[in-house]
Structure formats: structure tokens, C-alpha cells
């Protein structure tokens, strides 16, 4: 009798697994950030028949994109593949998990207030993670769409201004296919995103600086902090804008300003008094030349009446200087060869306009115009002919055939180059803050390179292109909820990196074969808890027994590092 009852229990035992991954770790910062009841209270579900509420359905969206980026038709296959309660759900509530009820979640948040939901994240982001406002970093880039997109030329949808998808200047260098702007503001306390915009794919970037520095300044109630940009800022009305609210900012000056030319003229004949800031190995060449950076600041200011600090590098100046002899190199080769072409007896070309056109193309591609003078020259080339077929004899007359083609002729113009090597590796910054040091102003230009950063990891970690959405209201939603991505990946690299500080851990081995990083991003330490699951034992369908996963030494590190609980891997946490 024992025996049989024990045979059928073991026919009635099953063991169903569930994934864990990084979920855990990534709901604990959003439980910090209060992030559904945020949503919840600005994308509100009215609607009884919706059977997976819209702050729900949002963040299913968000905790893919953190995890792996999927299609919104497969975000149910994501989801059945994890725990329910890892993606904030209930069983039942996974089979309503579809691309309409997520299609539907983001239509609904591009109809909410985004902009006071954003200021809201960030105000929260600010209390609950301390956040410094006191320095700000802006940005662009472009997000690339492979369609016509026809229909998204614009139009308001719902009441509401959808973004026009249109050909522009790509910084993806597809000039092939539409995009949009994607604007992104983060703080110098960790890069956290603190401010994000959708534009349209043709929008400057000079008109998009003052409505992000007024969203800034009602973020950070304050007006006081420095905002960083590249030269796009440095136009009339964003910077008359900043400055007459009481605001501070530092930008790159372009070259087409007159003052560049006028320093760079200067130059020729003078010999600035370098400031030495810094003095240190080539971080990128091991045994390299090292990395020195100094500055000055001109007399006369720019013509706004502000500080000009002018920037000197000198591993700049010999990659310039490299990259020069380059351009000039293959310019001359592809002269080279134009030139074969011509003097062969097939040419194709044979018009003056077209054989110029065609020099013109290669100075202009190599940007050599300045330092190659090319001369276009007109020969003759002769060869006499019988004037009737036969063996030539005494009495053979001979006729005289001439073709005309053209050769080229070139030389390096060495005045130029001198001029241009006097000001290698050299360039503007321009602020409207007198208190700042020249050297305070080099430093907050130099931590502009953090928000390529987010740039990146949302290319390549996040995938955010190919956008497969075909409704622009949806996919400027989406480009908010990865903005809300960047956000919590911010966070929680932020976190680990000042707890290794303070702890005086020096690195982490977080990369493949225990490889050490010193500076750990979001990716690496989501990727360690990534194969995480647990086991639950079954009995006719109901569970008896759960074996949560045995973490190791370096996650429980990790953990702890970033204050987080370990109990948030275990049931009933």
C-alpha cells in the first residue's frame, strides 16, 4: 500500500521553472523611483474592458527593453518565459500581455502630460537618489527608420503634435533614410538622464536649447547651474535666452565664427601665455605621448562681451596633423589615378567643366581644397599615318593625326599647411560665467563625453533601432520609455560606482573569464544575474515547495554594493 501511494505521487510531481534574471535588481530601483505610481497616476486605466492596465502594460515594455529587446508582438513570449511577479504581474495577467494591449498603453501615454510625468521621474530621481543638479550635459542624436513613413509628416493626432519623420542630417551617417531627433540632457553626477525630447528629423539643434533649458530649470527649481553643450548652442537666441534668465552655460565656439579666424591670424605672429591644466599618460596608448592640456583666455572677449578660453591639446594637435598628411595622401593617389585615366586613350571625360567637376569632387571629399593647388593642363600627342594602305616605300605620303587630351598637375601648398600646423589641436570655449577659472571651464567640457555614452548603450545595448513601429504617436512613446530605460541604467551604474569608491574596491570582475573592470556599466551587471531562476515543485498543479537560486559570492557582492536586499531573490520577498 505505501509503495503504490508512492508511486503515484511521483507520477504527480512536476518541476516548473521560472526565470529571474536581473528583474529583481531592476524593480527594486524602479520601487525607488515609485515609477508605476507615477504612471498610473499620469496614464490613468478608466477603460473596465482593459484587462491589463496601461502603467501595467508600460512596464512590461521598460523591463524588456532592460532585459532584451523584443518586438511588441512578442512581449507576451518575454514575459512567459520570466516569473509573472518579475515583471510586475499576476498569472492571470499574462495572457492579456499582446502587442494591442501594449500598442494601446502607448498610445495612451502619448496622449498623457508627458512633460510634468517626466519632470515628476526627475524630481523623484532627485529625492530619492540624491541627484546633483548643479551641472548639466545636452545632446542629440538621430534615430534612423528603414520606411516611407508617409503618413508621418507632422500631423496631430488625437489633438495632439506627432512627430514629422523626414530626411535630415544624419549623425548615423545614413543620410538614405528618415529619422528623428532624439535630445537627451544628463547630469554630471553619474550621466543620469534628467531631460529628454522627441524633434523632428530635420530640426536644428540650435532651436531645441531653450525649451530644454526652461523644462531644466522648473526640474531643478533653480536657474543657477551650468549647462554644457557642443557648438550648437553657440547661436544668438539660446544663448541671449540662458542668459538673460540668470542662467550659466559653456559650449564649443564653431569655426564660422569670426573670432576663430581672428585668434588663428593672431597666432601666426603672437605666442599665447599656455596655462598647463593637465599633464598625464596617453590613457589610450600604452608607452604613447603624453596627454597634456593647456588654456588661455584672450583679451578681447567674443563679441557678446563673454570669456573666450582657447583649449590646447597636444595629443590633438599630432592627430590632426596625422590625419592631415592622410587626407593629402589619398587626395594625391585618387589625382593619381584620375589622372591615368585621362591620358589613356579612352577617356571618358574630355570637357574642361567635367574634368574640373571631377577635381573639385576630390579635393572637396578628402577636405584638401586648402593644401592641393591642381592645374588643369590641355596637350597635344602626334603620330603620323599612311595616307593610303600598302607597303611604305621612297614615294609614301604621310599624314599627321593629333589628339588632344587633358593632364593634370599638382603641387602641396606648404603656406597653408605652415598656417593650419600653428594651430593644431586648438579650439574655443565660450561661457557666460566670469567666475569661472579657465581651467574649470576646460574640465566641464571634458565630462561633455558622458552623454555619448547613454547615446551608445541606447544603439547597441537597447537596440532602439530598427524602430518596428509604424504609428508616430507610438513610437515617440516608446522613445520615452527609453528614455525611462536610460534612466534606471544610469541609476544603477551610479550606485555601484560610488559604493566601489567608498568602499576602496578598485574593480569588479564582471567581464567574461572573471575579467576586472574598474568602471562597471549596467550592462555587465545585469548580464551577471541574467541566468538566475528558481525552481518550484508541483503536485496536481498546485505548488508545495519552492527552491529559490543560490547566488554567488561576486552577486551577493554586487548586492550589497548597491544596498539592495538579497532576500529580493527569494519567495515571498
Request: with cysteine.
Amino acid at each position: 500500500m505505501y509503495k503504490s501511494q508512492v508511486l503515484r505521487w511521483r507520477s504527480a510531481l512536476a518541476l516548473h521553472t521560472e526565470r529571474l534574471g536581473p528583474l529583481p535588481l531592476i524593480n527594486y530601483f524602479l520601487e525607488r523611483l515609485e515609477l508605476e505610481a507615477r504612471l498610473e497616476r499620469f496614464v490613468p486605466t478608466h477603460d473596465r474592458r482593459i484587462r491589463l492596465p496601461y502603467a501595467k502594460a508600460l512596464g512590461v515594455i521598460l523591463r524588456s527593453v532592460l532585459v532584451e529587446r523584443e518586438p511588441l508582438y512578442r512581449q507576451q513570449e518575454t514575459v512567459s518565459t520570466f516569473a509573472p511577479q518579475a515583471f510586475g504581474l499576476d498569472p492571470a495577467s499574462v495572457q492579456h500581455v499582446g502587442d494591442d494591449a501594449v500598442g494601446r498603453a502607448l498610445e495612451r501615454l502619448f496622449d498623457a502630460d508627458r512633460a510634468a510625468l517626466l519632470t515628476d521621474v526627475v524630481v523623484g530621481t532627485v529625492t530619492a537618489f540624491d541627484v546633483a543638479l548643479e551641472e548639466l550635459h545636452n545632446d542629440s542624436t538621430t534615430v534612423h527608420f528603414c520606411g516611407q513613413y508617409t503618413q508621418a509628416r507632422g500631423r496631430k493626432v488625437r489633438g495632439k503634435r506627432a512627430p514629422l519623420i523626414t530626411y535630415g542630417y544624419s549623425k548615423d551617417h545614413r543620410p538614405d533614410l528618415k529619422q528623428l531627433l532624439f535630445v537627451l540632457t544628463t547630469s554630471d553626477d553619474g550621466g543620469v538622464p534628467v531631460q529628454f525630447r522627441c524633434e523632428h528629423g530635420n530640426a536644428s539643434d540650435s532651436r531645441t536649447h531653450q525649451q530644454t533649458w526652461d523644462t531644466l530649470r522648473r526640474a531643478a527649481a533653480r536657474v543657477d547651474f551650468l549647462y554644457v553643450a557642443d557648438s550648437k548652442l553657440c547661436a544668438r537666441e539660446p544663448m541671449e535666452h540662458i542668459d538673460q534668465r540668470g542662467g550659466r552655460f559653456v559650449c564649443v565656439m564653431p569655426r564660422s565664427r569670426q573670432e576663430d579666424e581672428e585668434f588663428r591670424e593672431w597666432l601666426q605672429t603672437h605666442e599665447p601665455h599656455w596655462e598647463l591644466v593637465w599633464d598625464r599618460p596617453d590613457l589610450r596608448r600604452r608607452g604613447g605621448p603624453r596627454d597634456r592640456w593647456w588654456v588661455f583666455r584672450t583679451a578681447l572677449p567674443s563679441r557678446e562681451g563673454w570669456p573666450l578660453i582657447w583649449v590646447y591639446s597636444s595629443l590633438l594637435a599630432l592627430r590632426q596633423e596625422h590625419r592631415r598628411r592622410e587626407r593629402l595622401a589619398r587626395a594625391i593617389q585618387e589625382l593619381e589615378d584620375f589622372n591615368s585615366k585621362l591620358l589613356g586613350p579612352r577617356s571618358r571625360r574630355r570637357s574642361r567643366p567635367e574634368v574640373q567637376a571631377r577635381i573639385e569632387e576630390i579635393l572637396r571629399e578628402h577636405k584638401v581644397t586648402r593644401y592641393l593647388i591642381v592645374e588643369l593642363l590641355r596637350d597635344e600627342e602626334h603620330r603620323f599615318q599612311q595616307a593610303r594602305r600598302g607597303r611604305p616605300g621612297p614615294n609614301t605620303r604621310y599624314v599627321r593625326k593629333t589628339r588632344k587630351f587633358w593632364r593634370l598637375r599638382w603641387r602641396i601648398d606648404e603656406e597653408h599647411i605652415a598656417y593650419d600646423r600653428k594651430s593644431d589641436g586648438m579650439y574655443p570655449l565660450l561661457t557666460n560665467d566670469r567666475t569661472l577659472t579657465d581651467a574649470q571651464v576646460l574640465e566641464a567640457h571634458k565630462r561633455q563625453p558622458t552623454i555619448e555614452k547613454r547615446f551608445e548603450q541606447t544603439k547597441t545595448v537597447f537596440e532602439i533601432a530598427p524602430v518596428l513601429l509604424k504609428n508616430e504617436d507610438r513610437i515617440e512613446a516608446l522613445f520615452f520609455v527609453y528614455f525611462l530605460a536610460l534612466l534606471v541604467q544610469a541609476l544603477i551604474e551610479r550606485e555601484l560606482r560610488r559604493a566601489m569608491q567608498c568602499e576602496g574596491i578598485d574593480e569588479l570582475p564582471l567581464y567574461p573569464e572573471e575579467r576586472t573592470t574598474q568602471r562597471p556599466t549596467a550592462e555587465q551587471i545585469l548580464r551577471l544575474f541574467s541566468l538566475t531562476q528558481r525552481h518550484i515543485l508541483q503536485h496536481d498543479g498546485e505548488s508545495i515547495h519552492t527552491f529559490d537560486p543560490k547566488l554567488t559570492d561576486l552577486q551577493r557582492q554586487v548586492l550589497a554594493l548597491l544596498n539592495v536586499p538579497v532576500n529580493i531573490y527569494r519567495t515571498g520577498a
